[in-house]
């Protein structure tokens, strides 16, 4: 038996700027962050003449066109397998449409154990290619490239995406004490429901091929935030890092009336009258989760949880995509 994981992902800074539609124009650049919170792939041989698939639901079939899940089914092609005797399922720490970059990290955790299955030696860099070229590509979904990217690499990464399609990726450059009030002041906390990236993000691709320069001038500012963000974490300024977070949902909200709601607004502002000082929606928006710089994380955990909101406790991954057994 083969069992993968991959790890999900917090932004820090440029977030938006790795769909195609914008950074085949200007260059994107991000910062991200991998948790230890993950989604798991198991898969085995069997015995019977068919591929069995266990998710939110129950796949048998004869053959790799008869499987109904699209990134099963792709990944399944691209690796060349189409042998009916095997039995894939996947897990997950945190549900999916919720802002965390799960499909991205499915991907990369399938394709991982497929390749690992076919005894196939696959870089971070490659493997996230492929998993982009699934989603993107072949399914044509309206999204980045970050999930993929971070869940392969792992660590607290900087992402820069040319026009030419090619990612270059290297470690951001913190100290250690630096790394680690970091860690200890960030609060993550779910709001309860969830939704599909693809709507919120199709809006965003449509009006960045429209030429509109609402959207254009948006996307270039939280760009910016992002070179800010890298130069605040790695000079140890995280009051500076917590005031960018802040300046980049403001801006945020403006993309698309979906991005927030009543509710959202108001634990937000609630989080700042208890002891948060910075924070933003992480992912598409329109719900998933709120993550917050803190100085004082108790007193604002205590106000948010009392609230209705629910906290993720995590630390920083470092190891990215990987086998834990075959």
Same mark, same amino acid.
């Given at each position: 038996?083969?069992?993968?994981?991959?790890?999900?992902?917090?932004?820090?800074?440029?977030?938006?700027?790795?769909?195609?539609?914008?950074?085949?124009?200007?260059?994107?650049?991000?910062?991200?962050?991998?948790?230890?919170?993950?989604?798991?792939?198991?898969?085995?041989?069997?015995?019977? *003449?068919?591929?069995?698939?266990?998710?939110?639901?129950?796949? *048998?079939?004869?053959?790799?066109?008869?499987?109904?899940?699209?990134?099963?089914?792709?990944?399944?092609?691209?690796?060349?397998?189409?042998?009916?005797? %095997?039995?894939?399922?996947?897990?997950?720490?945190?549900?999916?449409?919720?802002?965390?970059?799960?499909?991205?990290?499915?991907?990369?955790?399938?394709?991982?154990?497929?390749?690992?299955?076919?005894?196939?030696?696959?870089?971070?860099?490659? %493997?996230?290619?492929?998993?982009?070229?699934?989603?993107?590509?072949?399914?044509?979904?309206?999204?980045?490239?970050?999930?993929?990217?971070?869940?392969?690499?792992?660590?607290?990464?900087?992402?820069?995406?040319?026009?030419?399609?090619?990612?270059?990726?290297?470690?951001?450059?913190?100290?250690?004490?630096?790394? %680690?009030?970091?860690?200890?002041?960030?609060?993550?906390?779910?709001?309860?429901?969830?939704?599909?990236?693809?709507?919120?993000?199709?809006?965003?691709?449509?009006?960045?091929?429209?030429?509109?320069?609402?959207?254009?001038?948006?996307?270039?500012?939280?760009?910016?935030?992002?070179?800010?963000?890298? *130069?605040?974490?790695?000079?140890?300024?995280?009051?500076?890092?917590?005031?960018?977070?802040?300046?980049?949902?403001?801006?945020?909200?403006?993309?698309?009336?979906?991005?927030?709601?009543?509710?959202?607004?108001?634990?937000?502002?609630?989080?700042?009258?208890?002891?948060?000082?910075?924070?933003?929606?992480?992912?598409?928006?329109?719900?998933?989760?709120?993550?917050?710089?803190?100085?004082?994380?108790?007193?604002?955990?205590?106000?948010?949880?009392?609230?209705?909101?629910?906290?993720? *406790?995590?630390?920083?991954?470092?190891?990215?995509?990987?086998?834990?057994?075959?």
């Amino acid at each position: 038996m083969i069992i993968t994981r991959s790890p999900l992902r917090l932004p820090l800074g440029g977030g938006g700027t790795d769909l195609p539609s914008y950074y085949r124009r200007f260059g994107g650049f991000l910062i991200s962050a991998a948790i230890d919170k993950y989604v798991y792939i198991t898969l085995h041989q069997t015995f019977a *003449r068919e591929i069995i698939i266990k998710y939110s639901q129950l796949e *048998r079939v004869e053959s790799v066109d008869e499987v109904q899940h699209p990134i099963i089914r792709e990944a399944l092609r691209l690796v060349g397998l189409d042998r009916p005797n %095997l039995e894939i399922a996947s897990m997950a720490d945190i549900p999916a449409g919720t802002g965390l970059g799960s499909s991205g990290s499915f991907t990369a955790a399938l394709l991982k154990a497929l390749h690992t299955y076919c005894k196939n030696l696959v870089h971070p860099s490659e %493997l996230a290619a492929q998993a982009c070229d699934i989603e993107l590509v072949k399914l044509g979904e309206p999204i980045g490239k970050q999930d993929q990217y971070i869940s392969a690499y792992g660590g607290v990464t900087c992402f820069q995406f040319e026009p030419d399609d090619q990612v270059k990726a290297w470690p951001l450059r913190l100290s250690a004490e630096t790394l %680690l009030n970091l860690e200890d002041n960030l609060i993550l906390l779910f709001t309860g429901y969830s939704r599909s990236a693809s709507g919120i993000l199709k809006e965003q691709h449509d009006k960045s091929q429209q030429d509109d320069a609402e959207m254009l001038e948006n996307l270039n500012f939280v760009k910016e935030i992002g070179f800010c963000s890298q *130069r605040a974490l790695e000079g140890g300024c995280l009051e500076k890092f917590a005031d960018l977070m802040n300046a980049h949902w403001e801006f945020k909200k403006k993309r698309s009336r979906s991005m927030s709601n009543p509710q959202i607004d108001e634990w937000y502002e609630i989080a700042l009258k208890n002891g948060a000082i910075g924070g933003k929606l992480i992912g598409a928006g329109g719900g998933g989760f709120l993550l917050f710089y803190c100085n004082d994380k108790k007193r604002c955990r205590h106000a948010l949880t009392g609230a209705g909101m629910r906290e993720v *406790r995590f630390h920083f991954d470092f190891e990215g995509t990987k086998i834990i057994t075959q």
